[in-house]
């Protein structure tokens, strides 16, 4: 393989990350300086942070369709979801009768905190998803009863991009009277959101997954849902989630609302174009390789394809040499790739499941990032002897 050019560089793995908004930087800066005051002290410098955390819920707000008061500032994504199902568990008695529906599809915040709540005084139904990773709306429909405390199924999904029938799902909620959580974070500044419309209880968000800062994120709840809280302490965020505000985080998250909520239709339109240019061309090159995923149902900006049977770690190596980012599968804390259980869901084989690049398109990808990939790709794959060609 020939050398690649030492300055180009292909960041292609946005569902794991984004960079930080420059506008999100600066809006943050004064309140990691001179604006340091606590949001919860009644004098000018609280009443500045105060003022600044108010003008972020917000921008929050109006990227989901939401109210201001329905805004509930945390950590990040996993918080959130944590919020959510263990706080509407927690709502129930642990007797054994609760039940926790959501679907093979979630990310490991949602179905760990499912998994830690079945082996602690509730029942768990884990609903199926389809060959395009499509949630069985008739098995999630199946399992809710009047002893079910939350369903919580998400809206996009992080390694595939198939976005979820969620509406359908509310109907089944409202018909039952049970709560109804979704996880948004990836589908936030992707594709338009609105809470109402989707009929939720509570929905998720995280800022680093669109151009704001990481650890901190979002609960919406919608008017009159109680939860049981998380943490306890002082009465911060109207007593659903104690604790001093992280305040320049929550200034750059309001920011980057901002910024999305302007710039989302033009830059999905981008995304997609390029996103569709890049699976086809590498359809083109790897004749063997297949779609992961909704073709069509989808967000704009996600790729999964196998490509490289058993040897998507390879590859995903190969590619970060010459300077691309792309993800195999989730790395776990050791370091190392395990096939992903979203692909598994799917009804891939593990070698299947680790065959499969993502390839996650954000703000900075061009025309040429396309052309690079594609020609590094193919090189890769030439090298390794795992396309058919
Ligand atoms: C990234 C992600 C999370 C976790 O969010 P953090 O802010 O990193 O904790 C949860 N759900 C989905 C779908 C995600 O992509």
Redesign the pocket.
């Known amino acids: 393989m020939s050398t690649p050019s030492p300055s180009r560089r292909v960041y292609l793995d946005y569902?794991s990350t984004t960079p930080l908004h420059p506008e999100a930087l600066e809006a943050m800066l004064p309140y990691l300086g001179e604006s340091f005051g606590n949001p919860s002290s009644a004098h000018a410098a609280g009443r500045k942070a105060r003022a600044g955390i108010e003008r972020a819920r917000e921008s929050v707000a109006a990227l989901l369709g939401a109210s201001p008061q329905e805004i509930f500032f945390c950590s990040?994504?996993?918080?959130a979801?944590n919020m959510a199902i263990k706080g509407a568990a927690w709502n129930r008695p642990q007797d054994g009768n609760w039940r926790i529906v959501t679907s093979a599809v979630e990310?490991s915040?949602v179905l760990k905190t499912a998994a830690h709540l079945s082996n602690n005084g509730y029942r768990l139904h884990v609903a199926k998803a389809d060959e395009f990773g499509v949630v069985d709306v008739a098995d999630v429909a199946a399992a809710v009863d009047d002893r079910t405390a939350v369903i919580s199924v998400?809206h996009s999904n992080?390694e595939v991009g198939t976005i979820q029938p969620v509406r359908e799902i509310a109907e089944i909620a409202w018909s039952r009277g049970v709560l109804l959580h979704t996880?948004a974070?990836?589908s936030a500044g992707k594709v338009p959101l609105d809470a109402y419309e989707l009929g939720v209880d509570a929905l998720?968000i995280?800022a680093?997954?669109l151009y704001g800062p990481k650890g901190v994120?979002a609960l919406y709840l919608r008017r009159g849902v109680k939860l049981h809280p998380l943490l306890t302490g002082g009465g911060h965020e109207r007593g659903v989630r104690a604790g001093t505000e992280n305040v320049p985080g929550i200034i750059g998250f309001g920011k980057a609302c901002e910024i999305a909520a302007k710039k989302m239709a033009d830059e999905a339109a981008r995304l997609s174009a390029l996103r569709d240019e890049l699976q086809r061309r590498i359809l083109a090159a790897v004749p063997s390789a297949r779609l992961n995923g909704h073709p069509e149902k989808r967000l704009p900006n996600t790729l999964n394809m196998r490509l490289a049977p058993g040897a998507a770690e390879a590859v995903m190596i190969r590619l970060d040499l010459a300077n691309v980012a792309v993800s195999a599968g989730s790395a776990c804390a050791s370091g190392a790739i395990e096939p992903s259980h979203v692909l598994t869901a799917l009804g891939l084989s593990s070698e299947e499941a680790s065959g499969s690049l993502r390839f996650s398109l954000g703000m900075e990808n061009t025309a040429q990032d396309v052309d690079y990939v594609v020609e590094t790709l193919q090189k890769i794959l030439k090298g390794t002897g795992t396309a058919i060609i």
């Open positions: 569902n990040g994504g996993t918080e979801d990310h915040a998400m992080n996880d974070v990836q998720s995280s680093h997954k994120g």
